[in-house]
């Protein structure tokens, strides 16, 4: 089996944004909003951090 392409966890962390507005920075708090709704583990952990990564980022341009 090969690698999880990226292209899937971005194009699911912003389709999951559009859809919810409840996540935040933290990577723990997105990983259990996520729960067992996701396929495995590994997938559900690098979406919950392209979460965390996409909300810091979000918060950083608003404060310029």
Same mark, same amino acid.
């Given at each position: 089996? *090969? #690698? @999880? +392409?990226?292209? /899937? &966890?971005? #194009?699911?962390?912003k389709n999951l944004l559009k859809l919810e507005n409840k %996540?935040? *920075?933290? %990577?723990?708090?997105?990983? +259990?909003?996520?729960?067992? =709704?996701?396929? =495995?583990?590994? @997938? #559900?952990?690098? @979406?919950? *951090?392209?979460?965390?990564?996409? +909300? /810091? &980022?979000?918060?950083?341009? +608003?404060?310029?």
């Amino acid at each position: 089996m *090969g #690698r @999880i +392409k990226p292209t /899937l &966890v971005k #194009r699911t962390s912003k389709n999951l944004l559009k859809l919810e507005n409840k %996540f935040d *920075g933290t %990577f723990d708090h997105n990983k +259990k909003l996520l729960g067992n =709704s996701m396929p =495995s583990k590994k @997938i #559900r952990n690098k @979406i919950a *951090g392209y979460l965390a990564r996409l +909300k /810091l &980022v979000e918060e950083k341009e +608003k404060d310029k």
